[in-house]
């Protein structure tokens, strides 16, 4: 076997043994698209302080508060829905 073809062996034995040492510890690889922006941790951490001190912006309220009432609204729908399903079981027209 020609020198370059030994290199190129090493080369890969290497890379996956770098590759299954990452896996096994649970670190990113530095070169990989995985690793986390320090800045952008920083500004998820700061975020999600605001959000859990109640600084919310008005429009993220009126949001929240529009999913409440359609999670609101769904449930009613839900129970209504399964009243007529039980009132049709006890007639004999569910589903047999």
Do not use: C, Y
């Not at 370059?4 to 510890?25: C, D, K, P, R, Y």
């Not at 995985?34 to 605001?50: F, G, H, V």
Request: hydrophobic letters at 40%.
């Amino acid at each position: 076997m020609p020198w370059f073809a030994w290199i190129a062996i090493i080369a890969i034995l290497v890379w996956g043994g770098i590759t299954v040492f990452s896996m096994v510890s649970g670190k990113p690889l530095p070169w990989s698209e995985n690793e986390s922006d320090p800045q952008e941790l920083e500004r998820l951490k700061k975020r999600i302080e605001a959000l859990e001190s109640g600084q919310l912006k008005p429009e993220v309220e009126r949001r929240i508060d529009r999913l409440e009432a359609r999670v609101e609204k769904r449930e009613l729908r839900d129970n209504e829905h399964e009243a007529w399903e039980r009132k049709a079981r006890e007639m004999g027209l569910g589903d047999e």
